[in-house]
């Protein structure tokens, strides 16, 4: 996908568990953005838990996910950690890449297993943290293909910041040279 180098949004996608969250929630108060985690907004629009919304089937979710995403893509200057399974339907990552520059969180999947010390939380892993595997060859070519940018996750949380940061001001720097 060709970037928007006007995008005044930071989109986080990757797999589960690879940090997206606790990035975001670091990541937004440094660039004095707001934040927002789509599966906590869902959450609370919806009033269940993604788990809950799962046990409606996988489909149900993806809908009310991409509802989610249109609700939030058009808002200025926010951070936003997606759900690991959002590159699944290509309208979300259109709309997320209208407006933000995509920061493909990249971990290890042996790290991505130890944090996920609470699978239980993620339905799509729920009883079988193996699965983690299927899914990573299912949708690595999707993180690869939607993001602007890798960032390794495989040090910490504050370090992944700090290489978005430098990013993003790379990406000004190139920005204000092509407005000259």
Request: hydrophobic share 35%; aromatic share 8%; proline share 2%.
């Amino acid at each position: 996908m060709k970037m928007n180098l006007y995008a005044n949004n930071v989109v986080l996608i990757g797999m589960p568990g690879c940090g997206k969250s606790s990035i975001g929630s670091l990541l937004a108060p440094a660039l004095k953005m707001k934040f927002y985690d789509v599966d906590r907004y869902i959450e609370k629009k919806e009033q269940q838990s993604v788990a809950e919304l799962f046990s409606h089937g996988e489909d149900h979710f993806r809908q009310i996910e991409s509802q989610a995403i249109f609700d939030i893509y058009n808002k200025s200057s926010i951070v936003i950690a997606t759900g690991g399974g959002v590159v699944t339907r290509h309208q979300n990552m259109v709309l997320l890449q209208q407006q933000g520059i995509i920061f493909y969180i990249e971990r290890s999947i042996e790290m991505i297993i130890d944090s996920l010390g609470a699978a239980e939380h993620r339905p799509l892993l729920a009883g079988n943290v193996q699965r983690i595997y299927t899914l990573y060859e299912q949708r690595k070519h999707l993180y690869e293909k939607y993001g602007h940018y890798r960032i390794s996750n495989n040090e910490s949380c504050q370090a992944a910041v700090e290489k978005i940061q430098a990013k993003l001001l790379e990406h000004i720097q190139i920005e204000t040279r092509q407005e000259c």
